[in-house]
């Protein structure tokens, strides 16, 4: 991975993100191969890494087989890996018994529940996750709305204590430019790629309140998958302009889908670069193992500067 990409200078943190890996109970399965395929690809190009960040769709139904199957998976390249986090997706709880798919989430994946933070080498890492088993959106309670409010105007919680992950004594308020990176696995409405009212695969219950919220810290970077949608189309990216958070779409592990509405075999995600003054977002092809250099961006951290904004950036 470039480490040098900003004036010769190495990036302050780097992460990966993937999404929608819809792993099945069959290891032969394509979906299942192409889960390898990428693990293998952040395994040689992840070094130093903060960690992966899974945007849900662990898992096609939910099934405990296919949870030993994403546990197989791992197994095969966790010692070269960093940490992964994961997100809730439609597909891992919206398919059967609410309660017990959640708990099936939870004590398979590690994670404390449909949401939670964590702050990682000075930076805020957010998890937004539904609260029902819809099949196709997500609902984010009123607690998890009021609870993330909270979280992106938190100051960095105490350096001698764990991970953030408690109520803890928190410091100053984060600058008002420092990026803070939220995950959730469907996007707003009419956003980012695959999510026109008219592609369908918008998906947040609450669209107008999360907004709302949004709206306030707009140095929030919104990565969300679902749609599915591959990296090169020109809206993967939505702008904030210092109105609201700059949002990706994440596209896909397992497959991707185009704007002619077709569906297409392929396997990508995200490596990103964190510099003090800009976030590096560079897409990757897990299937050929190259760059997409349609989808190389850059986020620039001028939240207070009048006249400036994100912008797509093509990095040499």
Excluded at 235 to 244: A, D, I, K, Q
Aim: charged share 20%; net charge negative.
């Amino acid at each position: 991975m470039n480490t040098s990409g900003h004036g010769g200078q190495p990036p302050l943190l780097t992460f990966q993100i993937i999404t929608d890996t819809h792993v099945t109970a069959d290891p032969a399965h394509e979906y299942n191969l192409n889960f390898e395929r990428a693990l293998q690809d952040l395994a040689g190009h992840a070094q130093g890494s903060s960690g992966i960040m899974h945007i849900g769709d662990i898992t096609d139904h939910g099934y405990p087989e296919e949870y030993a199957e994403v546990h197989r998976i791992l197994q095969l390249h966790q010692a070269s890996l960093p940490e992964i986090r994961f997100t809730l997706g439609n597909h891992d709880v919206g398919l059967g018994h609410w309660e017990s798919r959640l708990a099936m989430y939870t004590s398979r994946m590690g994670m404390p529940g449909p949401y939670h933070d964590h702050w990682t080498g000075g930076y805020h890492f957010i998890f937004l996750g539904t609260e029902e088993g819809l099949p196709t959106f997500c609902n984010l309670s009123d607690e998890q709305l009021r609870w993330l409010d909270r979280k992106l105007g938190e100051g960095a919680p105490d350096s001698r204590q764990p991970d953030g992950q408690m109520e803890l004594e928190l410091g100053a308020a984060a600058p008002p430019d420092q990026p803070v990176f939220l995950f959730l696995h469907q996007p707003l409405k009419d956003t980012v790629a695959g999510s026109l009212e008219s592609q369908e695969w918008y998906g947040v219950t609450q669209d107008k309140e999360l907004r709302s919220i949004l709206a306030k810290y707009p140095q929030t970077l919104l990565f969300t998958g679902h749609t599915h949608w591959e990296l090169e189309v020109d809206n993967t990216m939505y702008p904030g302009n210092g109105e609201t958070a700059t949002m990706f779409n994440a596209a896909s592990v397992a497959y991707l889908w185009t704007n002619a509405d077709e569906h297409k075999t392929g396997s990508q995600g995200f490596y990103v670069e964190v510099y003090a003054d800009k976030v590096l977002v560079r897409g990757r092809d897990f299937t050929t193992g190259t760059w997409i250099e349609a989808a190389e961006y850059e986020v620039v951290n001028t939240v207070n500067v009048p006249g400036q904004s994100s912008e797509k950036v093509h990095i040499k």
